[in-house]
Each structure stands twice: as structure tokens, then as C-alpha cells.
């Protein structure tokens, strides 16, 4: 991948010091530098509520990149954490994003030139709407270098928790910046092997004849973890695993699998026909829960610290969804996800109709198996793993493998129903360890 060498960037992230920018973004931040692939002059800004000093932020990003057992040698950690610098304020205080500002436009005089602006919002949702009116207010959505807009938003998931704060967080969102600017983060978009998808799907047309309800039988979305909350339990008891990751993974690797060919691979195209295959999915009515919707709680999710005693909070849910077009009619989609399980794994099985359909060898013990198995599992080896891609992508401006407005209520539309309703399904428990019946 070529070195961003004619775009000068400052990366501002709103909670740094938070378990997302712990695991992913720094770790991402270091890989691309390490590799060459970030401009030349970059700059990495923590927006914290901690009244911490630049060092005090430099240290602590040494720490993570020796506790996640990064390598790294001395000469190139002295230069990525010379770019590390913070800026102590409060979300909602007018003169902490003006301190903000300030500290942008002294690196832009650095530099001498006015630097591409992206805004990480690493942060709770309930944050957002905030953060949005200030940075607005405070004139940061307007900087401007040349040609185009040098701000650019990313927003990280859950997009507002239903239908109705979500559309209600994009009309906020778009009252203040551009279409252009807007980049909705859902990482899995930007996995390798899930843009391997489109490749085979699209790549060679002579697919497409079976890739309908008259050749499939049903797909299985699951994305199944071994891991609990990793000290993330009072955020995940007040989201609980469908918002976490059916609304947006699990319902993006089914638009992946099902939407329609955008006949050009470019971004508008793309979102596009991602968001009409979420728009057509059935919305499952009230009567329907029993038959279409099962979920569950581990037992050891009432152990954790933070979390309510008495947690009605699923951390296991299975839905059939339909989609009602003609490709897909009478096809069942089945969308699974849990955690504290017995597997790690996230996968995409479709699964054929015709017993004569063979996808795999013959041999003396070997049956055929009648699907493909689609494995998305993270980047090995030298390619940039989904954080790196989305952080280029976003300098780039593409926005191909970011969600779009329509996409994100598209999937509120089908999923807010059901947590409406959540108190009519049963709450099954399960021991960790357990592994769900395919």
C-alpha cells in the first residue's frame, strides 16, 4: 500500500483512554505508521477529561503498546509518540474545544500547512449529539485547506439505541457537517474478508444463477465469542448484544451476502444497494417473537463488576430475519450471537437446496457438504487489519466501506421492534462454555 505522503493529518480522538482506543485504535495508529502508511506529518490529539499532561498521555500509550505485546524498537516509538499530545476538557464545555482549536491551528503553523482534521468518536452514544453542536460551534467543522472539506467525522457504533434517536442523531449530525464529512464506523466493513465477499459474489457473473432462493435453502450469520466483558459490563448492560453487534455487524455481513449487484464499485453505488437489501427485510410483529426471535443470558454476566444483580440484559440472541424481494423470498436468514460461549467464531454458511449441487470433493468417507462457509476472522501477515483500513479510508474519503444514513435506520427499522418487546420473549439462562446447536 502506498505511503499517504501529500496530506498532513491531525487525528483527534474523544476517549482515548477508553477500552475501544486501548484495543483497536492505537494499535492501528502504530501498524500504519510502522508500515509507512500514514503521511509524513501526522499528529495524534487526546480530547480526555482526565487532567493529565501531554506526558502523562505519551505514557500511557507506551504502556498499551507494551501491554498488547506490540513490537516495536526504540527509534520508531520515540517518533510515534512525539506525535502524541492531549488537550484536558469537558464534552459540553464551549472553552475546551476552543483550547482544541487552538492546539489544531499551532500544529497547522508547525507544519505550515492546514492539516486533514478527522474526529474519532470513541465514546458512549449518549455523547454524541454534544460533541457534534461543539465541534460545530467552535468552528471546527469548517477548516478548510485548498480545496474540499479537512474535517471529517467518525462515529463509531451503536448509532443511537432505536429507530428514533438515530434518525434523530443524523438530522443533528447533518445540521452541522456534509455528507462528505460523515463517516459512520462499522469496522467489520473494512475486514478483508468480508470485501472477499464481494469479490466472489460479483466477480464472475456465471455465480449469480444460483445465488437466489431457488438454489439456497437458508444462511446462518454467527458471530460467537468465548470472551465475557473484559471490564466493558456496565456499558454492555445497558446495550445488550443485539445492539451491539446484530444491528450493525451481524445485519452489515447479511447486506453483504444479499444485496444486489451495484453494477460499480464505488461508493455511492455500494451504500446504496447495501441499504435497499436492509430496507426489505420482514419487520417481525409482535405476534411473530415466539417463532422468529429466541435469547439468553449467561449466568456468570450477573458476576461481573457494574452489572445489575437482577440484569434482564440478554448476552445471547438468535433471530430468523426474511427478506422480501424475489431474489431472496422463502430464503431463511438466521442471525446468531453470543458471548461467554464455548466457539470463537464469525461466519457466513449458505447453505443449498439441490442434493445434486456438490461444492466440495467426493471421497470414500468424505460426504459433500451442500454450503460454503464464508470465515471472517482478523488479518494476518502484513495486510492492514479492519482499524488500519478504516482510519485510511477515512484520509482517503472513501466512503465505501463506511455505513450510510440510510443503511443505519434501515437496520433500527427491523431491530427496535424486537427490543420493544423483549419482555415477552423468555430469558433463557446458560453456563459459560456453552455452545448453541447449529
Not at 101 to 108: F, G, R, T, V
Not at 226 to 252: K, T
Not at 284 to 312: H, T, W, Y
Not at 341 to 349: A, C, N
Request: aromatic letters at 10%; proline letters at 3%; glycine letters at 6%.
Amino acid at each position: 500500500m502506498a505511503k499517504i505522503n501529500s496530506t498532513p493529518v491531525s487525528i483527534v480522538i474523544f476517549g482515548i483512554t477508553g477500552d475501544l482506543a486501548r484495543r483497536k485504535l492505537i494499535p492501528a495508529l502504530w501498524k500504519l505508521f510502522i508500515r509507512g502508511n500514514l503521511p509524513d506529518d501526522f499528529s495524534i490529539i487526546g480530547f480526555i477529561r482526565k487532567k493529565w499532561s501531554d506526558n502523562d498521555l505519551k505514557k500511557y500509550v507506551e504502556d498499551i503498546l507494551k501491554q498488547e505485546n506490540i513490537k516495536t524498537d526504540a527509534k520508531n516509538k520515540g517518533r510515534f509518540i512525539k506525535s502524541i499530545s492531549c488537550v484536558f476538557g469537558d464534552y459540553r464545555e464551549e472553552k475546551s474545544y476552543k483550547k482544541l482549536s487552538d492546539k489544531l491551528l499551532e500544529i497547522d503553523k508547525n507544519i505550515g500547512k492546514c492539516c486533514l482534521k478527522l474526529f474519532h468518536l470513541a465514546v458512549p452514544p449518549e455523547i454524541y449529539e454534544v460533541i457534534f453542536e461543539q465541534i460545530h460551534k467552535s468552528g471546527l467543522s469548517d477548516m478548510r485547506a485548498g480545496e474540499g472539506e479537512r474535517t471529517r467525522m467518525l462515529v463509531e457504533k451503536p448509532f443511537g439505541n432505536n429507530r428514533r434517536e438515530a434518525e434523530k442523531l443524523d438530522q443533528r449530525l447533518k445540521a452541522f457537517f456534509k455528507e462528505e464529512q460523515i463517516f459512520l464506523v462499522d469496522h467489520y466493513m473494512g475486514k478483508e474478508s468480508m470485501q472477499n465477499i464481494l469479490k466472489f459474489r460479483f466477480s464472475d457473473s456465471s455465480l449469480e444463477h444460483l445465488w437466489n432462493s431457488s438454489f439456497i435453502e437458508k444462511i446462518n450469520i454467527r458471530l460467537r465469542e468465548s470472551l465475557g466483558m473484559e471490564g466493558r459490563g456496565d456499558f454492555y448492560d445497558q446495550i445488550g448484544a443485539l445492539r451491539d453487534v446484530g444491528q450493525n455487524h451481524i445485519l452489515q455481513m447479511l447486506a453483504f451476502i444479499a444485496m444486489e449487484d451495484p453494477v460499480v464499485f464505488e461508493a455511492e453505488a455500494m451504500r446504496r444497494s447495501r441499504a435497499k437489501v436492509l430496507s426489505e427485510l420482514h419487520i417481525i410483529a409482535k405476534k411473530e417473537l415466539m417463532k422468529f426471535v429466541r435469547r439468553g443470558q449467561c449466568e456468570d454476566f450477573l458476576k461481573e463488576p457494574f452489572v445489575n444483580p437482577a440484569s434482564k440484559t440478554e448476552t445471547y440472541f438468535r433471530l430468523e430475519a426474511r427478506v422480501e424481494n424475489k431474489r431472496w423470498k422463502g430464503v431463511q436468514f438466521f442471525l446468531e450471537s453470543g458471548k461467554y460461549l464455548g466457539i470463537s467464531s464469525v461466519e457466513i454458511e449458505v447453505v443449498f437446496r439441490k442434493k445434486n449441487l456438490r461444492l466440495g470433493p467426493r471421497g470414500e468417507k468424505l460426504v459433500s457438504k451442500n454450503a460454503i462457509l464464508f470465515r471472517i476472522q482478523p488479518n494476518g501477515g502484513g495486510t492492514p487489519d479492519a482499524y488500519e483500513r478504516v482510519i485510511l479510508d477515512c484520509i482517503a474519503g472513501d466512503q465505501t466501506f463506511f455505513a450510510s444514513a440510510e443503511e443505519v435506520l434501515a437496520s433500527w427499522e427491523f431491530i427496535t421492534p424486537i427490543i420493544e418487546n423483549w419482555k415477552d420473549i423468555p430469558l433463557e439462562k446458560y453456563a459459560r462454555g456453552w455452545i448453541p446447536k447449529k
